[in-house]
């Protein structure tokens, strides 16, 4: 893979606005098999939220975390982590922000 510019040497390394990028490179990182990066990504993407609420952005955090720890074969903590993703999912619908 061809390193680019991190987030964080752009001066963007935990800004709210960047949480949407880091969690769906965190993805495709993880798709790609390559766990510790995504699992950088994804502490990142968890403190630039810190300071936004970005309901949707943490349901896909917590889903994007539920398959790297599946990938890694931490089941529990994959299940815990697509029982929080469902929760906001419902929270999220139960506040008509989806759908």
Do not use: C, N, Y
Not at 81 to 86: G, L, M, R, T, Y
Not at 89 to 95: K, M, S, Y
Request: no cysteine; proline share 4%; aromatic share 4%.
């Amino acid at each position: 893979m061809r390193k680019s510019r991190s987030p964080s040497v752009t001066g963007w390394g935990t800004e709210p606005v960047i949480a949407p990028a880091l969690v769906m490179l965190a993805g495709t990182l993880v798709w790609t098999g390559e766990f510790d990066e995504a699992d950088i990504l994804l502490r990142r993407t968890d403190k630039a939220l810190q300071t936004d609420a970005g309901p949707d952005i943490r349901l896909l955090l917590h889903q994007t975390a539920g398959v790297l720890h599946a990938g890694r074969g931490r089941h529990h903590e994959a299940l815990q982590k697509f029982a929080a993703a469902e929760a906001r999912e419902l929270r999220l619908l139960a506040a008509g922000r989806t759908r």
